[in-house]
């Protein structure tokens, strides 16, 4: 678009933003793409790739190479790759990474070279039209002044004060440098706005931004406290904090403050967001360089004469070791990267290649066969695609662009899809004449209870349904043609049996039949989603999630009886799984045998205090036997335990149906408390006022009267 058009200012891709402001403050990566790819194919973009990736450790292992201290150096750099082996990718927050690596290179070895403040004005220049972190270039010249500057004029502990101080030319030099990456930065299309977006940005962060941070995978703290202590979670990650500290306390005398306080800002930067996981891989790998760099082993452990008999036998050893590991380190990310396409019947490896795993190929292939025009509601993780290859023909609702959409957008499209809102949907209809839907599936099923409204209003037509997509048409005239030459009656959908070449790859092979087979079983297409599994269960019969698909299939059905075999059988290969006992239990609970419901529930607490299904689940059966009580009790319990305002609503209706509304009310209060589907809440209040004869109010009135009550 940009070398037909130049650079948008406005927004151009989706029809809900178009025509607002947008600054795209990646536009110059973006052309070098688009040219390097037009110019070499596939193979330029995956070249660059690994010419970068290869020039940052070539810089780390300059900044950090020791000829006595290669095996130290080498580890390091392995546990810098192993931090996110899955980040380095042609984005370009991973070039604001290159760059501040590049940075940090030149300010610590050639600041006395009067050539570096024009090299650094001209790679901020590039930096700024490439990506939003160019602020950092900025930030490193003004970090290590700060730092200088202390040193100074104030008194620092120990030897503080005279580690890494520069020379008043050297000095001199750096405030020059950090006047001229500031005034490179306005050096862009949008001139003081584009110098002023990354700032925005991060004072907007903890406000409107939070939201985005709450729901994005990439955006979730690399850390939480629920997995502080989780070995299994980010353990390479976690390994380079704990070694980067414990060098800064055996170094507390001699600690250099640029160092600390550029690990401080990278530390917080990747804690904030697992994206950012890569910047803090380089600045632990140099903290421990420069904290070790004056330091022996004999200066941390004493040793004793045999030491030195054993030293060089056991380097031997451990390099050895080394080799062994780095191999097998190797190896596993080949094997992970595995996946196997569908559409070509093959495994493939996302390495020397560009990986098909997020774009939908099926459904793509099938909108331009068939020159599908119009405005699309989409879900979030088919924006990209659809824009790359459908855009002038579709245009999106939304797509990863955060700054352009912003979180209030983003709540209405939460509100259509996870809320299942139909009117919110209705209004964005009305408002954009949008004419299609696609929903593609990544790491999640369709939203189930939307996928049902649109499949059997009059107004949609269901033209697409496979493993990967579902793709919808309105009924208007501009469609009629398309609708009546593609559109699918899934009452008589059938199930085709696996290729041979299939059977090879048997775990893999099982998603399409498995992921057709929950979305039929969702839209109430009981017989034709038995079929899909079966097949997924003649390809692999040991697999734990199709046979309890199976079970909830056949429940449906009214087959209680093979439902619980098959719940039985599943728990035969996860004896221990809370997920099995919940849905066994919800079977008994169906057929009335509340006593062995709720003694899978009592095991579910047993296992698990701290997980809140078993509660739920007790809480549940307990309402059936008309012990309120006891059911409102553990259901608090449950809630505390950050229950689902989902599964407290369904507790809700078991009170209303049994007619015990004041606990249907004060089981309502637990929902308020969450703050989420406050619209649902008060429905569900406006239904129990009503019955209970009290005179049929507003959700404003009730919120007010609900305020007033929790505020007595």
């Known amino acids: 678009y940009i070398m037909q058009h130049g650079i948008p200012t406005t927004e151009v891709f989706s029809f809900s933003m178009a025509g607002q402001r947008w600054i795209d ?83 610590w070895l050639f600041l006395k070279r009067s050539w570096t403040i024009y090299v650094l004005f001209i790679l901020q220049i590039l930096w700024t039209n490439i990506h939003g972190f160019f602020i950092f270039g900025p930030l490193f010249a003004l970090v290590i002044l700060a730092s200088e500057y202390i040193k100074r004029h104030i008194p ?104 600390f306080i550029f690990w401080l800002i990278f530390l917080f930067f990747s804690w904030i967001a697992s994206r950012n996981l890569l910047f803090f891989a380089p600045a632990a790998y140099l903290s421990l360089i420069v904290n070790l760099s004056n330091m022996r082993l004999e200066d941390i452990f004493p040793v004793s004469k045999s030491w030195y008999r054993l030293k060089y036998p056991l380097i031997i050893f451990l390099q050895l070791g080394f080799i062994v590991w780095v191999s097998y ?36 292939d099938f909108l331009v066969n068939h020159n599908i025009r119009g405005n699309f509601f989409n879900n979030l993780a088919v924006g990209h695609p659809l824009i790359i290859r459908h855009y002038p023909n579709i245009r999106v609702f ?17 509100k259509i899809l996870e809320e299942s809102n139909w009117d919110v949907f209705q209004s964005q209809v009305d408002k954009f004449n949008i004419t299609g839907v696609i929903l593609t599936v990544t790491n999640k099923s369709f939203p189930d209870k939307f996928l049902r409204q649109i499949y059997f209003h009059p107004e949609w037509k269901l033209i697409y349904f496979d493993y990967d997509a579902v793709v919808f048409l ?29 059977l090879r790859y048997p775990t893999l092979a099982v998603t399409p039949y498995y992921n057709r087979a929950i979305n039929l079983k969702n839209l109430g297409f009981y017989e034709q989603a038995e079929r899909e599994i079966d097949e997924v269960l003649r390809i692999d019969p040991t697999d734990v999630t199709a046979i309890i698909l199976k079970a909830q299939i056949c429940q ?32 008994y609970e169906g057929i009335g045998d509340y006593d062995h419901a709720i003694s899978l529930s009592q095991r579910m607490i047993d296992q698990a205090p701290k997980d809140p299904r078993g509660y739920f689940v007790l809480s549940k059966v307990l309402a059936r036997k008309a012990q309120y009580q006891e059911s409102y009790t553990v259901l608090a319990k449950a809630s505390e335990l950050n229950l689902s305002v989902e599964n407290i609503l369904t507790v809700v209706d078991v009170f209303y149906q049994q007619k015990a509304y004041s606990w249907a009310r004060k089981a309502c209060y637990l929902a308020l408390a969450k703050k989420e589907k406050m619209d649902d809440i008060y429905f569900k209040l406006g239904l129990i006022e009503k019955a209970e004869g009290i005179p049929d109010l507003t959700h404003e009135a009730i919120k007010k009267e609900l305020d007033i009550n929790q505020h007595n």
């Open 474 to 502: 309105k009924d208007i005239p501009q469609n009629r043609d398309t609708i009546t030459r593609l559109v699918t009656d899934l009452t008589r959908w059938q199930t085709k049996p696996a290729e041979a070449q299939l």
């Open 25 to 107: 403050h990646e536009w110059l990566w973006q052309v070098l793409l688009y040219s390097l790819r037009q110019a070499f194919g596939d193979w330029g973009l995956i070249s660059l790739q690994a010419w970068m990736t290869v020039t940052m450790f070539l810089i780390l292992l300059l900044l950090g190479y020791r000829r006595d201290r290669i095996f130290l150096v080498a580890f390091l750099l392995v546990l810098v790759t192993l931090v996110a082996p899955e980040r380095p990718l042609m984005r370009p927050d991973n070039v604001s990474l290159w760059f501040s690596l590049i940075y940090i290179f030149l300010l």
């Open 329 to 364: 380190c190797g190896r596993k990310m080949i094997k992970e990267s595995n996946y196997f396409d569908i559409v070509t019947l093959k495994l493939q490896s996302s390495y020397g290649r560009l990986s098909d795993q997020k774009f939908p190929r099926r459904v793509g």
């Open 398 to 414: 939304i797509d990863g662009r955060t700054e352009v959409f912003g979180a209030k957008f983003f709540k209405t499209y939460r």
């Open 156 to 259: 620092l502990p120990y030897e503080w004060n005279s580690i890494g101080r520069l020379s008043d030319d050297e000095y001199r030099r750096l405030k020059k440098i950090g006047v001229a990456l500031i005034l490179a930065c306005f050096i862009n299309p949008q001139f003081v706005d584009g110098f002023l977006y990354p700032i925005k940005i991060i004072l907007d962060a903890p406000g409107e931004s939070r939201f985005f941070y709450s729901y994005i995978g990439e955006l979730h703290r690399s850390v939480s406290i629920d997995n502080l202590l989780n070995p299994h979670a980010r353990p390479i990650y976690k390994i380079l904090i704990i070694l980067s500290l414990v060098g800064f306390i055996f170094n507390y005398r001699k600690i250099d403050l640029r160092v």
């Open 556 to 587: 449906k059905m009214g087959r209680v009886e093979e439902a619980l075999d098959l719940f039985k059988q599943a728990s035969r290969y996860t004896p221990n799984s809370i997920g099995i006992m919940r849905e066994t239990a919800f079977v």
